[in-house]
Structures are given as structure tokens and as C-alpha cells.
């Protein structure tokens, strides 16, 4: 179930990283409803790591590139087919991480890739930062968006299981266990579910689960927050490896205990 990509540098840090949806699969997904796409085409979509660039210049730590191939096209790491897996994934990462015995693990990634860094970063004993990008929180609210006609590939015409991938985040059994990891969120105010992670920092306080939020004020959506603003991603992210912010003032503003504003770029 855990396949991906694993780049060892020695370190007892690892960054896992996952993957967002790539243009080409979604532009695919109706070809593959319909079955003139085979599983192999799929699987070499999904080997086009993204955030290669990041690893490259940190070097110094290892990386975990995490596929999400299910569902045969995704499945925000959680969902395949009609079926939750997040917790067969879930154990097959926490093997993962003793079996090579990291003491620091951050979660990384943006969009649906960002869903699946918060969901692990909740469950995960062992995750110790997460650091989510515009993601996902109502999870089947935005496969109605993305793909209304093929939804089957993800809920199987399963209209209760539909409502729980919905409503994931919000259940209780997520939160059995208090997690212990920092997390920390990017969005902005243009985002399609800016509205939804405002609703969902208020419910985890209400878990007693604090997280940080960096708030972009400009006027791009969804994906060119995260295209247009890849410095202050790779600040952030190499700040959380070094434990510290020195390069996050440099692109925010703190104004409060747990929210920033991004500085005019």
C-alpha cells in the first residue's frame, strides 16, 4: 500500500511529501471513467514527483515521496474505491519510520496532498510537524466540484460513504488520541475551501488541538498560491527542519499567537 520514492541522506529527519494532483490526472480523470486510460499510464503519472527541487537543495535530511494511486486515479491517501485505508496506511508509515529510526517527521504537501500531511499528522505518533497547503478539508464537497460525472471512481455510487470522506475530519475517532504534532496551515482568501479550514481551526481548538495558520491576502486561487509562492513555501518548511523562524519573518508577519500575514511579495 505505502509505495513511493525514498531518498536517504543520512539523517534521522525525514520529510514525507505528499503528492498533489498534477494537471495531466486531472485532466485524465474522464478518460480513465471511461476506461481509455490503463493503470499503467496512470502509475507513470504519478512517478512525476513534485517538491523534487525542494529535496534537492535540502539535502541534508531524508525525504519520503508517498504515490496516492488509488481509486485508480487518487484518493487523497485515504479513500480507495468506496473504502477507507487511512489506517492500514497509517501503520505501514509508522513501520516505515521505525524501521529506518527517524526521531523528527515532518508532513508536507498541498491540495489533496496537504489533506493527506494533516490526516497522518493526526493520527501518526511519530509525526512531529505538519505543514498543510490549501488543503482539502471536506474532501467529497470538492470531488463534486473537480469531477461531478465520475465520483464514482472514488465513492463507488455509495452515497452514506460519500458523507463520511465528507465528513472525515470531523469525526470524533480522529481525535481518540490527542495529537502531538505542530501543524501548521497555508491558505488564502481566494482558496475554494478558505471557509471550510476557518470552520476547521475553530473545531480542533475545540479538541484542544492548536495549529498555525499562514494567510495570504492576494487574489490567486488555488493553485497559484501555491505556484506563485514558492519561496515562502521552502522557508517555512526549511525553518520547521531547523527548528526555527528565521527565514519565516523574513516572508510574514505575526499577528497573533498562532496567525500570520504573508508580506506583500
Given at each position: 500500500?505505502?509505495?513511493?520514492k ?20 486531472n485532466?485524465a480523470?474522464?478518460?480513465i471513467?471511461n ?11 504519478h ?13 541534508h ?15 487523497w491517501?485515504f479513500i ?22 527517524y526521531?523528527?517527521?515532518?508532513a508536507?504537501?498541498s ?10 499528522g ?9 505543514f ?36 472525515l ?14 501543524i501548521?496551515f ?7 475551501q478558505?471557509?471550510d479550514l ?12 492548536q495549529?498555525?495558520?499562514f ?30 523562524k528565521?527565514?519565516?519573518?523574513q516572508?510574514?508577519v ?12
Open positions: 500500500m505505502l509505495h513511493g525514498h531518498f536517504q541522506n543520512g539523517s534521522d529527519t525525514l520529510v514525507i511529501v505528499f503528492q498533489n494532483a498534477a494537471k495531466p490526472l485532466d480523470i474522464p478518460a471513467y476506461d481509455e486510460i490503463d493503470q499503467t499510464q496512470v502509475s507513470e503519472m512517478a512525476r514527483y513534485t517538491w523534487i527541487k525542494f529535496a534537492e537543495r535540502v539535502n535530511v531524508d525525504y519520503l515521496f508517498i504515490q496516492d494511486h488509488f481509486s485508480k486515479v487518487y484518493g491517501y480507495d474505491s468506496g473504502k477507507m485505508i487511512y489506517e492500514e496506511l497509517n501503520i505501514e508509515i509508522s513501520q516505515f519510520i521505525q524501521k529506518y529510526h526521531k523528527k517527521v515532518i508536507f504537501g491540495s489533496k496532498g496537504g489533506t493527506g500531511a494533516l490526516l497522518y493526526l493520527i501518526n505518533p511519530f509525526i512531529t510537524d505538519v498543510s497547503l490549501v488543503p482539502q478539508i471536506r474532501v467529497a464537497d470538492y470531488i463534486n466540484t473537480l469531477c461531478p460525472n465520475e465520483k464514482s471512481l472514488f465513492f463507488a455510487n455509495d452515497a452514506i460513504f460519500e458523507q463520511k470522506v465528507n465528513n475530519f470531523f469525526s470524533p475517532q480522529i481525535y481518540q488520541q490527542k495529537p502531538s504534532c505542530k501548521y497555508y491558505t488564502g482568501l481566494q482558496d475554494i478558505f471557509a476557518l470552520e476547521y481551526r475553530t473545531f480542533l481548538r475545540q479538541q484542544n488541538v495549529s498555525t495558520i494567510l495570504n491576502r492576494g487574489n490567486e486561487r488555488h493553485t497559484r498560491l501555491v505556484n506563485q509562492y514558492t519561496p515562502f513555501i521552502f522557508s517555512v518548511l526549511e525553518d520547521l527542519i531547523q527548528g526555527e528565521r527565514q519565516i519573518v516572508h510574514a505575526e499577528i497573533g499567537a498562532d496567525s500570520y500575514i504573508l508580506k506583500a511579495e
